[in-house]
C-alpha cells in the first residue's frame, strides 16, 4: 500500500460546470460510477478524445515565454481542450487525468517514474496516476492510452488484454516495470518504472518537473501528436504520419503541408486556430527515437 497520499502543496479543484462540460465534449452524459466499471469508462473516454501533444508547448517556446508552461493547470488544460482539441505532454496531461478522476470522486494520485528511452535522463522523467478501488491501484495514465486500466497487485503480472492499446505490469524488485508500445513503432516497448519515493507527489512536484522540461525534453523543438482510437493509433512526428491499424499494423507516410492541416483538424481534432499557430518544426532537433 502506499504511504499516506495527503497533499502537501496547494491543490488545483476542477468546478462543477468545468467537470459537467468536460464530460459532454467526452460523450458521457451521466457521471460514472465510482467503481471499476465507471472507472474504466471516464478512463477509455479521456483516451479517445484527449490527444498525447505538444502543440500548446511549441506555440509557447514560439512565444515569449514569460507566462509558464501551458496547461499545468488543470483547468486550463481542460479550457485549451475545449477550444482547440489540445491535449498535452506526460505532465499536464495526467495532472488533467487526476484532476477529472479526484473531481469525479475516485481515490487518485499521482505517482512519477522512469520511461526506459534511449538518449532520454533517467530518474522521475514520466508523471503517471493510480486510483485505488477495493485495495487495488490501478494504472490511469493518459500517455498509455490502453483504455482499460491496469491492475497492480505485489508480485503478480498483469494485462488489460490483447490488441494495439493494451500495457502489461511485469513484476521486478521493488515494484512493477509497466510495459506499453508507441503508435510509431511496435518493436521497441516503452517500459515505465514507478520510483516508490515518489508515490504519491502532489500538484507543486508535477508542475516543477515539468518546468525542468524547458531545456530537457523530446517535445520542445518539433511537432508530435498521437491520438488513440478504438480501432486504431493516428500520430504525426515531425513531418511523418504513422498509422497503427486494428492488426497491429504500421504504415508510414509524408503528407503535404495541406494535408497534415487537414489531418490535425479532421482526425485529430484540433482547431484550425490552433492548427495555424503551430510554429514551424526546428530543423535537425531532439525528438523521440524513430521520429
Known amino acids: 500500500m502506499p504511504k ?6 496547494a491543490e488545483p479543484a476542477l468546478g462543477p460546470e468545468v467537470v459537467d462540460r468536460v464530460l459532454e465534449r ?26 498525447f501533444d505538444n502543440v500548446q508547448k511549441r506555440i509557447w517556446f514560439a512565444g515569449p515565454q514569460t507566462t509558464p508552461l501551458p496547461g499545468g493547470e488543470p483547468t486550463e488544460f481542460f479550457n485549451n481542450f475545449l477550444r482547440h482539441g489540445t491535449g498535452g505532454t506526460c505532465w499536464p496531461l ?25 538518449g532520454y535522463p533517467r530518474g522521475a522523467n514520466h508523471g503517471s496516476v493510480l486510483v485505488d478501488l477495493d485495495g487495488i491501484s490501478y ?30 505490469a511485469v513484476p521486478i524488485e521493488g515494484g512493477f516495470e509497466i510495459i506499453s508500445y508507441p503508435g510509431f513503432d511496435r518493436d521497441h516497448p516503452l517500459p515505465f518504472r514507478p520510483e ?32 488513440h482510437f478504438p480501432d486504431s493509433i493516428l500520430t504525426i512526428g515531425r513531418k511523418t504520419k504513422f498509422k497503427v491499424a486494428t492488426d497491429g499494423n504500421l504504415t508510414r ?21 490552433i492548427v495555424d499557430a503551430i510554429p514551424p518544426n526546428i530543423a535537425g532537433a531532439n525528438a523521440p527515437p524513430g521520429i
Request: charged share 25%; net charge negative.
Open 139 to 168: 494504472v490511469v495514465d493518459a500517455w498509455m492510452a490502453s483504455f482499460k486500466v491496469l491492475s497492480l497487485v505485489p508480485g503478480r503480472p498483469a494485462s488489460t488484454g490483447d490488441g494495439i492499446h493494451d500495457i502489461r
Open 94 to 118: 495526467n495532472g488533467a487525468m487526476y484532476a477529472l478522476a479526484h473531481a469525479l470522486g475516485f481515490r487518485a494520485r499521482r505517482i512519477v517514474g522512469s520511461v526506459i528511452v534511449e
Open 253 to 273: 507516410t509524408e503528407p503535404t503541408e495541406a494535408e497534415r492541416k487537414k489531418s490535425l483538424i479532421e482526425e485529430f481534432g484540433l482547431s484550425e486556430e
Open 196 to 227: 516508490p519515493e515518489y508515490d504519491p507527489v502532489d500538484h507543486m512536484f508535477f508542475l516543477a518537473r515539468a518546468d525542468r522540461t524547458r531545456t530537457v525534453g523530446f517535445f520542445n523543438d518539433v511537432l508530435f501528436i498521437s491520438r
Open 26 to 51: 467526452l460523450a458521457l452524459h451521466e457521471r460514472p460510477s465510482l467503481d471499476l466499471g465507471g472507472l474504466n469508462q471516464i478512463y477509455a473516454a479521456f483516451c479517445s478524445n484527449i490527444p
Open 4 to 9: 499516506e497520499w495527503r497533499a502537501v502543496g
